[in-house]
């Protein structure tokens, strides 16, 4: 195969017991995931025997709001690691394998958030990734705030977290220590700088306590889709994980983002537009289809309502049985403006059952649900791959551990017998796998260092 | 040896490049230590190795504040990994050995502290410690503040931090968790809590989203040696780090610390009193000063005029030279109270030189520095230990790699020919390596859950 066919980049979305919601029910999954150290570790181990670029955590720094006694007592997604800290105990059992973790700008800090970034990117050798959140549930009441910052806000602060952040991680040149120990010199004073950042939400001075990250800045995920995200990801993101359904929509996004970033001076190859898709695997399509029955057996009518509640926040369900046809749904509320969008759009065109719009979304929330044999898997990712619609995948287990030992085993192999995807990892680091390039220091031209700061 | 011999606690006390001030100039100091993760697996094994209690990272989120380019320069511990990044790694290399990690109340968020501990926890399998500073260097300028808080509002707010982050970690009952795939129930929402927190500081009103940590609370551990700091570690610290140059400075803060106990309903055995020692070892006593002045002689001027002036900030020196005898010490400011306090008595009781001066505190800032044998540095253990000074000690190797390797492989031996301290890990978890009892939950007589929430 020529060097020149491009590759597909492929992410495994690790959640825990699985994405399903009821996965810890089924006899494969692990179901202590959300504590467990080891189970975790063999999914890093896993992730990179199969040469895949990234594994990545989604984060809330909340448990779930909305919750009755009885929907709480069957959420296994409510109490799990930290990223970070997970993270980088993962890094020290996989060599090339690409961490993003999630990290809130809203509820965070950004000194803090540029040195754990910083410090993990140091630790992995350069595998570090920030998928940078604004928060779609109101965890104020955890904060000492008030309320949740309204959506234009959220994203106002984004944009200059990131600034600030991209800011502290350039404090150091990359060429900054010496470490002399003839002279005594351990770094050149001139090529340590102060952000000095003055802005509307934060006043930041530096330099970061850490050296300048090994990639130069970990590379910045996002994954918002409304319009306020789409810009905010044209002008910083360089991975983009989104929720389509059809490959219209897909292609549409994909052709969105990309246009937009000739305005930020940025070129297509610079943002990498990662679908979520939530494979459900069997030997034969049959025996897929029975696996995707069984699994949504398991969701009992406390979770199925539940779920609805989640999109249906303010309307009254109670009328309701499960075989009515969905409502209208709510109107758009300070939360996930794309995703309540795209929930919205597929209730307006499909007008499904209660029923059928719970399965849907009890599987991958918005996301690609492909039901079908190995080959049917691939054949899905090479389509949208080459028709516009994605640079690669995030690849969502259904249930974990074994959803991805099978992918990886499974489907992989199909992929990269299409030349479609690497037999070994070409780059040193995470930055240099996805191909992108290293950001330059912003201060590294005109700055002159904390040399004339006495 | 009978069971009921006192033990001692060791701690390792690691500072990338070693305590010394100039250690990275030495040709045996790992010179790029604060970025090199290799170098500190290593530092972990080692701790293991020797059976140590715990190992021990200090922490600001800033750089050090007042530096002239030159100081700058020649100042080594600027930049480095963030605490729970780096011990989260190391948890993956080692068993046995405990993690402390620093972290400020002034300048972090309850809930987002309480969830990285018991992330670590989880990850380490019961081997996080939590370091509570309320940061002694201003880092308002990092943290869009006008000023770094007085130190008796950092006090306060540390008293109320730590008790919200003890009530995050009981939000989960230890057996809330049931995992009962047949009947669907994950948890049992009675034995989760809300804490509903409302104070001075904080409202939060959680749960975690983090299970209880495997030690029901990671171990709480203080440093401050104010009479804010004394109260609040009388009240919440399990073990405390301490400074002090003589054995009778020692005696009474030991006596004082315990004797506090019983006004907060504590008994003696359960705050652990660690004193610092940095040791120089040498195989004759002759070759150990040695050693020392050796470690001397790589301080140039810039440097030593630059730790002057931390304890003289506001004092203007330039009219001093290293041979006069050191004047009279700034007035106490807003920072380490504790430990301007001891360098105030130290230059009363003394009246060292400016050098002289410069020279102690090069070496352990305070903390009690022994120059010997590997017998006599256990003979000075020995004696504090048996004459009602500490508990145990935090060493502060003098450089590293080797000032740990060498303390593990000469000093070490010699405490347990002498019955001081173990043969093998007592404890499935650090708290029972200790011998701290595990904290009971505060929800778990009364509380109702949020069975009743709803």
Do not use: C
Request: proline share 6%; no cysteine; hydrophobic share 40%.
């Amino acid at each position: 195969m020529p060097d020149s066919v491009r590759q597909l980049r492929l992410g495994a979305f690790l959640q825990a017991t699985g994405h399903h919601v009821a996965a810890w029910r089924h006899p494969a999954a692990q179901a202590d995931a959300g504590h467990n150290i080891a189970h975790y570790r063999e999914l890093a181990k896993t992730a990179e025997r199969g040469k895949l670029d990234l594994i990545f955590l989604a984060d809330s720094p909340a448990t779930s709001g909305e919750v009755t006694p009885a929907a709480l007592a069957r959420n296994a997604k409510n109490a799990h690691f930290e990223p970070l800290t997970l993270w980088s105990a993962l890094s020290q059992v996989t060599e090339h394998v690409g961490f993003v973790a999630t990290s809130t700008t809203t509820y965070e800090d950004p000194y803090t958030t540029a040195r754990k970034f910083a410090s993990l990117d140091w630790i992995s050798q350069g595998r570090a990734a920030w998928n940078v959140v604004t928060t779609g549930v109101d965890a104020s009441a955890n904060f000492s705030l008030s309320a949740h910052p309204v959506h234009d806000d959220r994203y106002a602060r984004a944009e200059e977290f990131i600034d600030v952040v991209k800011g502290l991680w350039d404090s150091h040149e990359d060429d900054a220590f010496l470490r002399d120990r003839e002279s005594g010199v351990y770094l050149s004073a001139s090529k340590v700088h102060r952000l000095d950042h003055h802005g509307r939400f934060f006043q930041v001075r530096g330099p970061l306590n850490v050296g300048r990250p090994p990639q130069g800045h970990p590379v910045i995920v996002q994954a918002g889709a409304s319009e306020p995200g789409r810009e905010l990801a044209a002008r910083t993101a360089e991975v983009i994980f989104t929720a389509n359904l059809t490959l219209e929509d897909a292609q549409a996004f994909y052709a969105d983002l990309k246009n937009r970033l000739g305005r930020h001076g940025r070129t297509a190859d610079q943002l990498l537009i990662m679908p979520g898709i939530f494979p459900v695997l069997g030997g034969t399509e049959r025996e897929a289809r029975d696996n995707y029955e069984y699994l949504q057996s398991l969701i009992d009518p406390e979770t199925a309502w539940a779920i609805l509640r989640q999109y249906y926040r303010g309307v009254d369900l109670s009328s309701y049985t499960l075989d009515d046809i969905a409502p209208p749904p709510a109107a758009t509320t300070n939360g996930n403006q794309s995703r309540l969008k795209l929930v919205h759009d597929l209730i307006l065109r499909e007008q499904p059952t209660l029923r059928a719009l719970y399965r849907t979304l009890a599987t991958a929330r918005g996301h690609q649900v492909v039901v079908g044999t190995p080959e049917q898997v691939a054949d899905a990712i090479q389509l949208w791959f080459e028709q516009g619609a994605a640079d690669g995948f995030n690849i969502m287990p259904p249930i974990l551990p074994t959803g991805l030992t099978d992918f990886i085993d499974e489907v992989v192999p199909i992929l990269r017998r299409r030349g479609l995807f690497r037999h070994e990892y070409e780059g040193r680091n995470l930055r240099e796998n996805l191909g992108l390039t290293r950001p330059t220091n912003q201060f590294s031209i005109s700055g002159e260092g904390l040399a004339r700061s006495a």
